[in-house]
């Protein structure tokens, strides 16, 4: 790469996450010395249950009052614990307890991580793709469902998504020996993780931390979650497809066509399956386990402490029968953990310090005064007499700009639930609707946004530039926010509990 090209690189490039994180606290900050605090009454106390989320009271909307006495905002640095500016970090990674935000999800993405991380190091998951792909290739007309299929489950079950890449370079070659181009290949392995990551019901790093901030059980609402997954993942098929044949029918259509056409002189296609007994049994072990934890969050009311250790038992079980089965040593086993325990790391971290946006403004008590509050007050405000279906919409169109922003599932989760969740209850719309436009704003836009590292990776590696990507995708972002549109309507006629 040349330098000038590389200098322009650096100049469009996007903030960090991080780097934007701080200049939300900063606005955080500067809010407290301009906007007043003020607290609400609850209509009634919270439902008693005996599970270990929760359920929150509901917010009274016309109680609200400003607080008698300005606090003058907040420090820069405050001691003794107190809450200042350049505490938000610390402060929000301590905060609250192992039953949820901040320091109990923390863990939580840690420990889930490092146990996906103990599968993936196996190889299992990696020589059961290429075994279906083995198979199928020779009979095209489910070949490409089938992979559809197989990646949306990755991404709807275990939040599939940079895995994606590896699987991009090892299906270029194939699809270009069978006909088809780049961008099918994407269709099939990235943009299918992500209309499962948007559309799950059971993925631990969005649909679970955003339930458990908003304060409903985790999981719940997963049978209307399964059949918007249904939906979403027959459309993506059918679009692929559809998208499929007709390059295959006519090659020179693709807008990849000339570097697909110079990546088939230089790639053998060389695909060849590993699976055997031991993957089938590290697969089985694995899914043993989801069902472990659906039996314990269905029937024992299972809330993070449990689920992060059930995680943290699947990956060593893992481990044993891959170690039993001579697969890897111990210590590959321990490396596996820790390597997707540090992928999942930064996660953890915007989590927690997204949390310490709330205590900046005030804590998210309705009956303690806090800008929160205030700010709760005058969006309810705004959206106050628009129909139930607009305020829903309006909930899914921010949370799909803010992810271009914001593109970790679990850091926008932890960064817009806290004023969501509670708008959502004065506004009159359940908090699962809420929580399902933080899913599909968040999942669906990862298909498009040059934010997403998984989408560039992908496009990276079937030497796709994002600007051909973006002259193609935008019909099918279209079709997806039309349907996410749709799912709204319908969870608010239903009243989506």
């Not at 863990?107 to 020589?127: N, P």
């Not at 699987?167 to 270009?176: D, G, H, Q, R, S």
């Not at 997707?340 to 927690?352: C, N, R, T």
Request: charged content about 10%; overall charge neutral; aromatic content about 12%.
């Amino acid at each position: 790469m040349n330098t000038k090209t590389s200098v322009q690189t650096k100049a469009v490039a996007m903030p960090d996450a991080f780097v934007i994180l701080f200049f939300i606290m900063l606005l955080a900050a500067l809010a407290t010395y301009l906007i007043p605090a003020g607290s609400f009454e609850l209509l009634e106390p919270a439902a008693s249950s005996d599970s270990a989320v929760k359920p929150k009271a509901k917010i009274d909307p016309s109680s609200f009052r400003l607080a008698p006495q300005d606090s003058g905002g907040v420090p820069l640095f405050a001691e003794g614990g107190g809450i200042g500016f350049f505490n938000y970090a610390f402060e929000g990674m301590v905060s609250g307890n192992k039953w949820g935000s901040a320091i109990g999800v923390m863990v939580f993405i840690l420990l889930t991580g490092g146990a996906f991380g103990i599968l993936m190091k196996t190889g299992a998951v990696s020589h059961g793709i290429v075994a279906l792909i083995d198979k199928t290739r020779r009979m095209e007309f489910v070949f490409i469902p089938c992979l559809f299929l197989l990646f949306s489950l990755g991404g709807a079950v275990f939040g599939m998504g940079e895995e994606a890449i590896a699987f991009c370079i090892l299906l270029w070659p194939l699809m270009l020996a069978l006909g088809y181009d780049a961008i099918t290949t994407v269709l099939v392995t990235y943009v299918a993780t992500q209309i499962g990551f948007a559309t799950s019901w059971m993925n631990p790093f969005n649909i679970a931390i955003a339930q458990g901030i908003a304060g409903i059980p985790l999981f719940s609402g997963k049978e209307f979650r399964l059949l918007i997954w249904f939906c979403f993942t027959l459309f993506g098929t059918i679009f692929t497809m559809r998208y499929a044949a007709r390059i295959k029918a006519q090659p020179q259509s693709s807008l990849s066509f000339a570097s697909d056409e110079q990546a088939r002189t230089q790639h053998q296609l060389s695909v060849s399956s590993q699976f055997n007994r031991l993957d089938s049994l590290i697969l089985l072990t694995f899914f043993a386990g989801l069902a472990w934890i659906v039996w314990g969050v269905t029937s024992r009311q299972y809330y993070i402490p449990e689920l992060a250790s059930q995680f943290f038992t699947i990956g060593i079980l893992i481990a044993l029968v891959a170690v039993l089965g001579k697969r890897m040593t111990v210590n590959e086993a321990a490396d596996g953990f820790k390597q997707g325990a540090a992928e999942l790391l930064p996660a953890a971290m915007i989590v927690g310090m997204a949390k310490g946006m709330v205590l900046l403004l005030g804590g998210d008590s309705p009956e303690n005064p806090s800008v929160l509050n205030t700010l709760l007050y005058h969006s309810a405000a705004l959206l106050t007499g628009l129909p139930e279906y607009l305020s829903a919409w309006l909930m899914l169109f921010i949370q799909s700009v803010i992810n271009f922003f914001v593109s970790s599932g679990s850091g926008q989760a932890a960064l817009t639930m806290p004023l969501i969740a509670p708008l959502s209850d004065l506004i009159g719309l359940s908090r699962q609707i809420a929580v399902l436009a933080f899913q599909l704003g968040d999942g669906l836009t990862n298909c498009i946004i040059p934010t997403s590292a998984a989408l560039i990776g992908c496009l990276g590696a079937v030497r796709l530039d994002w600007a051909v990507w973006l002259k193609f995708v935008w019909r099918l972002q279209l079709w997806l926010f039309a349907l996410a549109s749709l799912t709204m309507l319908v969870a608010v006629l239903i009243d989506f509990q």
